[in-house]
């Protein structure tokens, strides 16, 4: 009986002694690899695999670690994705990492007024999604065809915000998401007109507008010139029209100003065919709202506020443009 007492307690000294060093081995930080890696866990992946992976990688010692991180955990879900690891971690640690499912990823950032080519230069750094593959899927409208049968492409409709990108994200998935972001915002403005115009008009106040403030007396500005026929003379619209034509050399020229590209401004009367930039919500907002005013023109202020001086008749307007033009501005 005695010997029977001895064995059980040996056994629970050894049992306390394997647990405490399990222990003490899944809390230690290890790192076999260099600067940093990447672990990609595919859906599905089940723990001992997952675990096999880490262990490759360097990111656990051993893969059994890992495993025994599951048995403490046995309820956590872990989830699939790209995982980055920089810093030595414990098994726990790498364990938790996986099981809230911080994966790696890029946020893209799309400031209001950007347009297509802005933001493919945008992706380039990111390495991610290319370019060319962004363009052409920012040239098919068929995404946003019901709300803007006429729309020559999602231009206006990419809304401006922040996107997570990982190396799964696609040209496609990110023009859905940027559109579907759109038609929330669209939503949340009520009923506001036909998408198309007011879209459009956004996007000319956006590219011109520098002072929130100054938003709607800049669509207020451009709803009076549609109303009497007179040419917009938007700038913006033909740095478009030079980008659409692959010719745009970073400043207006006067064959910029002259060219009969649809989306200049200086030459053809109306709105242009589509958007020039995606606004925001204050740019969407002062166009489905113009101010009211007797306004026709604006140019900038010499102070280099960034706001404008506005005119209701053309000596005022070119007497202020002189101004500007003196200030060699």
């Not at 809304?159 to 998935?173: I, M, Q, V, W």
Request: glycine share 8%.
């Amino acid at each position: 009986m005695k010997v029977l007492l001895r064995l059980f307690l040996v056994g629970l000294l050894l049992s306390a002694v394997a647990g405490g060093w399990t222990w003490f081995r899944l809390n230690q930080p290890y790192k076999g690899f260099g600067d940093s890696v990447f672990v990609d866990i595919p859906i599905k992946t089940r723990t001992e695999e997952i675990a096999a992976m880490l262990a490759h990688a360097g990111v656990v010692e051993k893969p059994w670690l890992f495993t025994a991180a599951r048995v403490v955990s046995p309820g956590s879900v872990l989830q699939a994705g790209e995982y980055k690891f920089d810093q030595p971690a414990s098994a726990f640690q790498v364990f938790a990492k996986i099981a809230r499912g911080e994966t790696f990823y890029q946020v893209l950032v799309v400031p209001e007024g950007f347009n297509m080519f802005d933001i493919a230069a945008q992706l380039k750094p990111l390495g991610l999604v290319t370019p060319e593959s962004f363009m052409r899927a920012a040239r098919d409208p068929s995404l946003i065809a019901d709300l803007d049968p006429s729309a020559p492409s999602l231009e206006g409709y990419l809304f401006p915000d922040s996107y997570r990108l990982d190396k799964h994200s696609t040209a496609e998935g990110l023009v859905r998401t940027m559109t579907n972001r759109f038609r929330a915002r669209w939503k949340e403005l009520g009923n506001a007109g036909d998408a198309h115009d007011v879209v459009t008009l956004a996007s000319l106040v956006e590219r011109e507008a520098r002072l929130p403030a100054e938003r709607p007396l800049i669509a207020g500005v451009f709803t009076n010139r549609l109303r009497l026929g007179m040419k917009l003379g938007c700038d913006p619209t033909t740095v478009y029209a030079a980008l659409l034509e692959d010719r745009y050399r970073g400043t207006i020229y006067k064959s910029d100003l002259e060219s009969k590209n649809p989306y200049n401004t200086y030459q053809n009367a109306g709105l242009p065919p589509g958007p020039i930039a995606n606004p925001g919500l204050s740019s969407l907002r002062a166009a489905i709202a113009p101010a009211h005013t007797d306004y026709l023109y604006f140019v900038a202020k010499v102070d280099g506020s960034g706001g404008h001086t506005f005119s209701d008749n053309l000596t005022a307007h070119l007497a202020a443009a002189s101004l500007l033009r003196a200030a060699g501005k």
